[in-house]
């Protein structure tokens, strides 16, 4: 979480495993895009820097943050990917929409995580207003994306090495 002491940006590249060989699906939603795609670029990038391999990662979009976890089995039903990443935002707006959203797709991801042997990474923003959302989407909390892409390097590599 972004916080007044912690940067999602910053980490110590030397704690993450290589991603060299690793597969990854990115399922991104298209609500709030000027949002996502930024989390999706921050992700894709962190993916490439530690040694993923541009054709092992594969992009699919989907229209909303509810529809992350179902575009999520899709791909994992395929059995290609060593973990898939979801990345969407959900900005709280006046009626209880936001709550219905946030829970439904907080739970089907991790109910994803129980039913198959893959990780699947939440790097969903759930925030107050616009602007936290572009705070935390490369703004002065840094990339949510490279902090979704750094958690499934290291639990593709956990999964390796508990096998």
């Known amino acids: ?18 991603a060299k060989g690793m597969k990854f699906g990115v399922v991104v939603a298209e609500w709030n895009e000027e949002v ?18 541009e054709e092992n990662i594969v992009i699919e979009f989907v229209p909303g943050t509810f529809e992350l976890t179902s575009g999520a089995k899709a791909l994992a039903q395929t059995r290609y990917f060593d973990a898939i990443i979801t990345i969407g ?20 991801v991790t109910q994803l995580n129980l039913d198959y ?6 790097g969903v923003l759930t925030t107050e207003n616009q602007q936290q959302a572009l705070d935390r989407a490369g703004g002065k909390h840094g ?11 290291k639990m593709v590599d956990l999964i390796r090495r508990a096998q």
């Open 1 to 18: 979480m972004a916080t007044a002491l912690k940067n999602l940006s910053e980490y110590d590249p030397s704690k993450v495993p290589s």
């Open 36 to 53: 996502t795609f930024a989390l999706r670029d921050g992700a894709i990038n962190t993916l490439i820097k530690h040694g993923a391999s």
């Open 89 to 108: 935002c959900v900005i709280q707006g006046e009626t209880r929409h936001f709550d219905f959203i946030c829970n439904g797709v907080t739970q089907g």
């Open 117 to 122: 042997d893959i990780p699947f990474i939440f």
């Open 143 to 153: 990339n949510k994306g490279d902090e979704a892409a750094i958690t499934a390097i």
